[in-house]
């Protein structure tokens, strides 16, 4: 029996790439109907689906037969990419685990926007891969935004080449504070146990040093960390620089930061962001970005190195249920 083809799909509101359109989108045509056809066809048609996500930065797959943790657990793994963890990971978002690669894509509340990041792009250490599943949809509202860095960087640093530069010469530094516990009310509320995988201070110091932070201990037990340099932006071949930071997020999200951009971020020499810099790629931001209206079953795989996303806060008694994978290839 033959494999079904790859059907792609328009949708409102997709973006031109160059030849590209952001993102792809890939509705089962029902030929597709169960779990094993779902792997059988994703493995068939595997180099061209990467081809795919290369050139438009994200797919969203439509209608396939996943419905929990473990199906979309399956369905990302017939990709075949290295698995990246979350306990291995130095992302302070309080997440929850359904399976050993499978947890929830952020446990903020339900009327806190997460602003555009690359994952975990303020840590020396993210991936490069994301599969998004959608459990289940909001009632209202909590789109996942999806913005293309590289269209945005090219268009920031046509209109300010000095601070483009600044970026690529500079890089950035971040400073975070863990609590000395979980804090399920932010979306930065991992503690610095559960963050470095570390059960006391003297293992915590020795992982802060072998990853070249710089760090301070607070009075109420939490932790203040600074890292070493990381690049503001990435070079991915072929002339295309991309925007890869969590800059955004941070200015518009981190406690304090936009009062106080300094708080949080700075260039690699410790001086000062300009805040007009970071206005104007919030403002740039808008023009490169889809908002991913999800409905149940829905799997998104982003590359994490050429595209950003976020969280639209949402409403309504259904609880937004979207669970994420990570890859490291």
């Not at 075949?80 to 446990?107: M, Q």
């Not at 998004?132 to 590289?150: I, N, V």
Request: proline letters at 5%.
């Amino acid at each position: 029996m033959a494999t079904p083809a790859i059907n792609y799909v328009e949708v409102a509101h997709q973006l031109r790439c160059g030849d590209a359109i952001f993102p792809s989108v890939v509705v089962n045509d029902g030929s597709v109907t169960n779990l094993e056809q779902a792997t059988v066809w994703v493995k068939a048609h595997l180099p061209e689906l990467e081809s795919k996500l290369r050139e438009s930065g994200a797919i969203l797959f439509r209608g396939f037969p996943l419905d929990s943790a473990e199906t979309f657990d399956e369905f990302s793994q017939a990709f075949a990419y290295p698995n990246f963890t979350y306990k291995e990971s130095l992302s302070n978002a309080v997440r929850i685990n359904f399976t050993e690669r499978v947890f929830t894509a952020n446990e903020a509340p339900k009327d806190v926007e997460i602003f555009l990041h690359h994952e975990m792009a303020q840590t020396p250490i993210s991936p490069s891969k994301l599969f998004f599943f959608c459990k289940a949809a909001a009632e209202q509202g909590g789109a996942t935004p999806l913005c293309r860095s590289d269209m945005l960087f090219a268009e920031f640093a046509r209109q300010q080449p000095q601070w483009a530069e600044a970026f690529i010469t500079k890089g950035l530094k971040y400073t975070t504070q863990m609590p000395a516990e979980n804090d399920a009310n932010s979306g930065q509320g991992r503690s610095w146990k559960s963050t470095l995988n570390v059960s006391d201070l003297a293992q915590a110091e020795s992982k802060l040093k072998e990853l070249g932070y710089s760090w301070t201990w607070l009075e109420d037990g939490s932790l203040r960390a600074t890292t070493p340099i990381l690049p503001a932006v990435i070079d991915i071949g072929q002339e295309q620089k991309v925007f890869y930071n969590q800059l955004i997020a941070a200015f518009m999200g981190w406690k304090g930061v936009r009062e106080n951009p300094a708080k949080a971020i700075t260039f690699g020499d410790d001086s000062p962001i300009p805040i007009e810099a970071l206005e104007l790629m919030v403002s740039l931001s808008k023009d490169y970005t889809f908002d991913l209206p999800w409905q149940d079953g829905d799997v998104a795989l982003v590359d994490n190195y050429i595209t950003m996303h976020g969280r639209r806060p949402y409403s309504g008694e259904r609880k937004r249920q979207v669970l994420v994978a990570l890859a490291m290839d």
